[in-house]
């Protein structure tokens, strides 16, 4: 099984854009600017995510 990616990941308030978050994921991408509550929003969705995953990697053991 191939190991998980690792991009680098950069979640910040936004220097330039005050009142937003910067989110830049990897390398040589665009980073993109949301309103605190879209990055709140995503936050919930990976926590989502994480625990399902967790969950089903437990169903495997």
Same mark, same amino acid.
């Given at each position: 099984?191939?190991?998980? &990616? %690792?991009? !680098?990941?950069? /979640?910040?308030?936004?220097?330039? =854009?005050?009142?937003? *978050?910067? /989110?830049? /994921? ?7 600017? *949301?309103?605190? %509550? =879209?990055? &709140?929003? +995503?936050? &919930? !969705? +990976?926590?989502?995510?994480? &625990? ?5 990697? %437990?169903? +495997?053991?």
């Amino acid at each position: 099984m191939k190991p998980p &990616d %690792e991009p !680098q990941v950069h /979640i910040a308030p936004n220097a330039s =854009r005050p009142g937003l *978050v910067v /989110i830049a /994921i990897g390398s040589g991408t665009n980073p993109y600017s *949301v309103t605190p %509550e =879209r990055a &709140d929003d +995503l936050a &919930d !969705q +990976l926590t989502g995510a994480a &625990d399902a995953a967790r969950a089903a990697a %437990e169903v +495997l053991r």
